[in-house]
């Protein structure tokens, strides 16, 4: 009796297991094929580079510019043939400025620290590693500490 009773208590979560586990995917053997590829030419994924390129310096409009001298590089390493994603490197040097963004914009700090504070006051301090998104919308300051370089991602017409 005491067999019984122990069949009955381990099977039950057993028997409950395979009846909410399709037949189909208990038959090792039934594989099924992979979709086709898609139709169209051919897309290769775009790596960056470990090191920047050389990209040419630009300067804030001298009316952002909070404190500093905040000189900036900028290198696209993709775009989209429609122009609303791209994908780049961007490097500013020390100093505060103002900021408005007219895309959403994903932002992975590489090197540096930058103090990021929104219209309202509210701060928030990023360093090397961390990652953040910046909606279409926000306005506010960058307050570079030490040398900043990050990898970025847009998307939007920049309106």
Known sequence: MAIIKQLITTSGPLLAYLGAMPLARM??????????????????????????????????????????????????IYTSPDGLFAAGIWTCAVGKFRIDFGRAEFIQILEGEVIVTDAEGTARTYRAGDAFVTPKGFSGTWDVIAPIKKHFTWYGSGE
């Open 27 to 76: 038959i090792p053997f039934r594989s099924r094929s992979a979709p086709p590829l898609l139709d169209g030419p051919v897309q290769r994924t775009v790596d960056f580079p470990a090191v920047q390129p050389p990209a040419a310096p630009y300067a804030w409009p001298r009316s952002h510019i909070l404190s500093g001298d905040p000189v900036q590089t900028a290198t696209y």
